[in-house]
């Protein structure tokens, strides 16, 4: 089965850029979506983006109150995808998850399959 | 930019009844949103609960049910079991985004 595993530094110093790296194992990394998703300190979750992956080209679409910092990118020969965050704040400590969602052949979408999470704290 | 809300917070006694909603400020919440829900325990990842409204995993317990209630996605349990305390989250796609909601914490008490 389909499995996610996130890796990161822990801490990161603010104004420098966050990099988190997802490996997925068990499955391919083509035909699906690849998403990043952020949980600060007793808040809810929040959505930073997804790659997507045909097999021949890709895609991404980035949370708007992001997407200036935000760079994910997807490494076939690893079956990784990656999370570059860049300018970070103590706003930007969170569990940071990777997550799968994919698009059922009745068009309907699901997120299925989470990674156990990662946690990043910024802080000099 | 679409905002999503649940309720905050809800209370329960065990084997009673609990209707959590997911409201869109963008309108009415049909199928065309696809909506998700999770449970997370502390500590842990979301767990999938459902998807596109009412379609249900294998692991889903069987008092669990999805809805479209009064212009919002809805997740009901009846014969809820102490077990079933935890946050409860929703989603719901945009245009190829995702929007997640606050967040509902379910207390069994």
């Known amino acids: 089965q389909v499995q996610l595993q996130e890796s990161g530094p822990g801490l990161v110093k603010p104004s420098e850029t966050l990099s988190l790296t997802c490996t997925v194992s068990?499955?391919?990394?083509?035909?699906?979506?690849w998403n990043w998703i952020r949980q600060p300190p007793g808040r809810g979750l929040e959505w930073i983006g997804y790659?997507?992956?045909?097999?021949?080209?890709?895609?991404?679409n980035y949370n708007p109150s992001l997407k200036s910092r935000v760079t994910i990118s997807l490494d076939t020969s690893k079956n990784q995808f990656s999370l570059n965050l860049s300018s970070v704040t103590a706003a930007d400590t969170a569990v940071y998850y990777c997550?799968?969602?994919?698009?059922?052949?009745?068009?309907?979408?699901?997120?299925?399959?989470w990674g156990k999470g990662t946690t990043l704290t910024v802080s000099s | 930019q679409t905002v999503v809300t649940q309720e905050p917070s809800l209370t329960v006694s065990p084997g009673g009844t609990v209707t959590l909603t997911c409201a869109s400020s963008?309108?009415?919440?049909?199928?065309?949103?696809?909506p998700n829900w999770f449970q997370q325990k502390p500590g842990q990842a979301p767990r999938a609960l459902f998807y596109?409204?009412?379609y249900k995993y294998s692991w889903t317990p069987a008092r669990f049910s999805g809805s479209l209630l009064g212009g919002k996605a809805a997740l009901t349990l009846s014969g809820v079991q102490p077990e079933d305390e935890a946050e409860y989250h929703c989603?719901?796609?945009?245009?190829?985004?995702?929007?997640f909601g606050g967040g509902t914490k379910l207390t069994v008490l």
């Open positions: 997550a799968r969602h994919k698009r059922s052949l009745l068009g309907y979408y699901y997120m299925d399959i």
């Open positions: 068990g499955g391919s990394i083509t035909t699906y979506y």
């Open positions: 790659m997507y992956y045909s097999g021949i080209s890709g895609s991404t």
């Open positions: 963008s309108g009415p919440v049909t199928n065309s949103s696809y």
């Open positions: 596109s409204t009412n």
């Open positions: 989603l719901l796609y945009y245009a190829g985004a995702v929007v």
